[in-house]
């Protein structure tokens, strides 16, 4: 018997009409009796408190849950600590926004924190916590748990996002695809080619431009 | 003329909570037994589904409780600078 142990995540859906009464119903009878819907500014949010062997198997598990309640409706994103400034990332890790701030700044810590993923005109930094999570772990200051939780989150989102992007404009996320599949993954050339390069064994006529 | 009691009173608590911040209850249905509305203005207004019988009332009531504190049009303490 595997062990089991409750997991607590928001997916935040797209396509899903707030008002819908049939959706909460038929996600409850789907099995999700642990989910709370709620929606905010039009956005449709599904919590969930699932038990399950791993964070892997109880997300994708909720994600088919929801999106089997409604075809129309699409995961977008799982909503877990994505962007935080330094409070939340002190709440986080169980410290203050003053000692985060210092770990920032290097006076506190082994240095090198992440950059922010963003800077706003006024002065505010919001910060990656897949980026930040493993810095923590680096410094003793997190569990490997965690931190592996997170980058497995910000994997999903990943997918999650090139799925909506793939759905939205197939033909480019194909191209970019495409292109990164025909990426060198090496700078050596075989030595074949410089052979051919030696134009004195050329068969062409002498008259090629010199460069 | 005042609503059903939720019948687990953890949710009861957090239901009442949020009527006292100006939120209103509607009875549903089936597994809902009902949805809380904020004072927003729709479609903008935030609404929170409660089920009759949630797999886990304590994380159920914490799920709403935490919907009610996210919302933008309910005013609460300040608790940041």
Redesign the interface.
Known sequence: MTNQKIYEFTLVMSGVDPMDENFPNTVYELGGTDATISSRSGVVYVSFSRKSASLMDAIFSAIHNVEMANPKGTVVRVDDANLLNQAQIGELVGKTRQMVNQYISGKKGPGGFPAPACEFSNGKRLWDWSSTSLWFFQAGLLNLEQCKDAELIRAINNQLESRVLGAQNPKMVGEITKRMMSRPTTSKFPKRTIRQRNFKTATRPDHHPVG | MGRSRHQKKEIEKVVRIAERLGWTFES?T???WGCIYCTGVP??R????I?S????PE??AK??A??VA???HTKLKEN?P
């Open positions: 549903r089936n597994h809902l479609p903008d935030c609404r929170v589904n089920f019988t949630p797999s886990s994380n159920h799920y709403i935490r919907e996210k919302c933008p940041k």
